[in-house]
């Protein structure tokens, strides 16, 4: 009885063990790529900021960083 013992408890720590690998594995995995997934860069028009294209303020076919650069390029072009 207690060798069976002995052995869940070994097969016991090596799944353990092969989780917890897999799991290291996996957070280093995302904290080195973290801006894979975030879509395209784009470039400011007013600045030339690169910046994620979730956030740009669009004016027709031209992007800014901000909605004040936004506005700073239509003032410098009127
Ligand atoms: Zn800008």
């Known amino acids: 009885m207690g ?11 090596v799944l353990l063990y092969r989780f917890w690998r897999n799991w290291q594995a996996r957070n280093a ?3 080195s790529t973290p801006t894979q997934d975030q879509g395209k860069m784009l ?15 669009r004016d027709g076919e031209q992007v800014f960083c901000s909605e004040a650069h936004r506005a700073a390029h239509r003032q410098g072009q009127a």
């Open 3 to 13: 060798l069976i013992r002995l052995i869940l408890l070994v097969i016991l720590g």
């Open 29 to 31: 995995a995302t904290r």
């Open 43 to 57: 470039a400011c028009d007013h600045c030339g900021l690169y910046f994620p294209e979730q956030d740009a303020v």
